[in-house]
T-cell receptor, first 114, second 115 residues
Framework: EAGVTQFPSHSVIEKGQTVTLRCDPI?????LYWYRRVMGKEIKFLLH????????ESGMPNNRFLAERTGGTYSTLKVQPAELEDSGVYFCASSLWDSGNEQFFGPGTRLTVL | AQSVAQPEDQVNVAEGNPLTVKCTYS??????LFWYVQYPNRGLQFLLK??????LVKGSYGFEAEFNKSQTSFHLKKPSALVSDSALYFC?????????????FGIGTKLQVIP
């Protein structure tokens, strides 16, 4: 069974540019989550999709971040325009059920904004 | 609001010795508790979880964790550490009270097993 995949693995952009991160969850997993970890800090929740609907987007930092999950399959997270503080590792995770189920994580995308 | 504390940034242990990685949590109701491990350049891997039932939970790679409600702790343990256990360990909690709640992660503890 293929795991959660994320693309790209690394991205280096300049302040003000746009970046789009992609996540492909495990096939059949309705729940998809985005997290971010800034160096040395906790993994912070960004948002949660159930199929194509946003269940919870309370962790999205501001309106420069836009997440979509067209058709309830893969998801994209766009940052436009990027700021220096957006640097970090963005993780995607998926799970079959929500609640007490463990989440399966992708390898992350390391975003560096210069 | 729910929270997780991992009081140690790093834990060093000699190979073959028992290891403990500490985690305490705060929730308003009863918790779901999780441990994940992250190896270099990899995503987080699920190790074990506490949902209900026995307070001692056994997981992957010989790890176990004990849920202690009175101390609000969920420390990760292993009887005999391996060099290959060296990684970053994250504790996570989810409150079961009040409907939907997101998962909250701790800051992570780096485990270094010394040969």
């Amino acid at each position: 069974e293929a795991g959660v995949t994320q693309f790209p693995s690394h991205s280096v952009i300049e302040k003000g540019q746009t970046v789009t991160l992609r996540c492909d969850p495990i096939s059949g997993h309705d729940n998809l989550y985005w997290y971010r970890r800034v160096m040395g800090k906790e993994i912070k929740f960004l948002l949660h999709f159930v199929k194509e609907s946003k269940q919870d987007e309370s962790g999205m930092p501001n309106n420069r971040f836009l997440a979509e999950r067209t058709g309830g399959t893969y998801s994209t997270l766009k940052v436009q325009p990027a700021e220096l503080e957006d640097s970090g590792v963005y993780f995607c995770a998926s799970s079959l059920w929500d609640s007490g189920n463990e989440q399966f994580f992708g390898p992350g995308t390391r975003l560096t904004v210069l | 609001a729910q929270s997780v504390a991992q009081p140690e940034d790093q834990v060093n242990v000699a190979e073959g010795n028992p290891l403990t990685v500490k985690c305490t949590y705060s929730v308003s109701g009863n918790p779901y508790l999780f441990w994940y491990v992250q190896y270099p350049n990899r995503g987080l891997q699920f190790l074990l979880k506490y949902i209900t039932g026995d307070n001692l939970v056994k997981g992957s790679y010989g790890f176990e964790a004990e849920f202690n409600k009175s101390q609000t702790s969920f420390h990760l343990k292993k009887p005999s550490a391996l060099v290959s256990d060296s990684a970053l360990y994250f504790c996570a909690v989810r409150d079961r009270h009040g409907g939907y709640q997101k998962v909250t992660f701790g800051i992570g503890t780096k485990l270094q097993v010394i040969p």
